[in-house]
């Protein structure tokens, strides 16, 4: 995984990808995580935070509106060209705006990813379908919670995914 730049991140599009960890005592961002987690829990917020700062391969990054945090994505790199999206969140009066679609796609964009995966719930993998990633359920892991692997490639690249 290379950093390419080390200021406000280029994104394809209007926004600018930022390192959301010197925003990390922001409570929007502590939000948008806890939103992401699906959890209110202020210290499992902070254990998701920590690792973040302590994972030397992982990244917090997210666009501001205004100076304001408005959406989070963050991914854990597995290989050079390969990362695991472990969170994705937008503010809730920013959602259905195209915010989740452009961070996903910026995020790819600027470290030259040719795969991501995400674990999710039905939500998450909806968006992530309409992304173009291909969605499988690995079943229930707890009674009525349904999980999904979604997997993007880059070989998968069609018309809706921006890269
Ligand atoms: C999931 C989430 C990140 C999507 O962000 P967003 O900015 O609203 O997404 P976009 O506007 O870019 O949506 C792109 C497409 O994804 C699909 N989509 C978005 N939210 C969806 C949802 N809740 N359910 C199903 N599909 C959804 C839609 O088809 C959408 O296209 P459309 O608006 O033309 O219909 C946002 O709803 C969110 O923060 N949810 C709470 C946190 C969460 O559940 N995170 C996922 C688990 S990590």
């Known amino acids: 995984m290379a950093d390419t730049e080390s ?9 600018a990808l930022v390192d959301l960890i010197p925003h990390r005592f922001d409570p929007r961002v502590r939000n ?4 992401a987690l699906g959890v ?3 210290a499992v917020v902070q254990q998701e935070l920590d690792a973040y700062i302590d994972a030397p391969m ?3 990054l997210g666009f501001l509106e205004n100076r304001v945090p408005v959406a989070l994505i963050g991914l854990d790199f597995i290989g050079e060209h390969s990362a695991i999206v472990l969170h994705v969140a937008v503010a809730q009066e920013e959602r259905r705006a195209g915010i989740g679609r452009q961070m996903v796609w910026s995020a790819a964009a600027r470290y030259g990813l040719e795969r991501m995966s995400a674990a999710g719930d039905p939500v998450s993998a909806g968006f992530f379908r309409t992304l173009g990633f291909c969605v499988r359920s690995v079943g229930e892991t707890l009674p009525g919670l349904e ?12 018309d809706d995914d921006g890269g």
């Open 7 to 15: 200021g406000p991140l280029a994104a394809p599009a209007e926004r």
């Open 32 to 35: 948008l995580l806890a939103a």
């Open 40 to 42: 209110s829990a202020d």
């Open 58 to 60: 992982r990244r917090l």
């Open 147 to 158: 999980r999904f692997e979604c997997v993007w490639h880059a070989s998968m690249k069609d």
